[in-house]
C-alpha cells in the first residue's frame, strides 16, 4: 500500500491530524464489521483479495498460484456457517472548525 502512495495506518492518527488541522471538538469512533454465518462481510474479504491480487503478484508479494490458493481458500470459508471473519478496523473521527 505504501509503495502506491496510500497510509494503511491513517486511521489511528486521524484525530491528531484533524487537531493539527486546528478542529476542535474532535471525537472518534472505531468498527469493525465481522460474521460467523455466510453473508455480504465474509464474501467482501474474499473478494478484497481478488481486487489486490494482480498488484501483489506485480509487485512480487504472492505468486500467481498462491493468490488462487488463497482465494479459494477465503471463499469456501466465506460460504461456511462455521467460520469467522471480519473486515479491517475502519477508524471514523470528526470535528469541526472553531
Do not use: N, Y
Not at 476542535?24 to 469493525?32: E, G, K, P, S, Y
Not at 455466510?38 to 481486487?51: C, E, N, P
Request: net charge negative.
Amino acid at each position: 500500500m505504501r509503495s502506491r502512495g496510500t497510509d494503511p495506518d491513517i486511521g489511528p492518527r486521524l484525530p491528531h491530524l484533524l487537531r493539527s488541522a486546528e478542529f476542535v471538538d474532535i471525537d472518534l469512533c472505531i468498527h469493525q464489521p465481522a460474521e460467523m454465518s455466510a453473508g455480504d462481510i465474509k464474501t467482501l474479504v474474499a473478494l478484497t483479495l481478488d481486487s489486490v491480487a494482480m498488484p501483489a503478484i506485480e509487485a512480487g508479494l504472492a505468486t500467481s498460484e498462491e493468490v488462487r490458493s488463497l482465494s479459494d481458500e477465503l471463499h469456501a470459508l466465506a460460504r461456511a456457517d462455521d467460520t469467522v471473519m471480519s473486515m479491517p478496523r475502519i477508524v471514523q473521527a470528526w470535528g469541526r472548525k472553531p
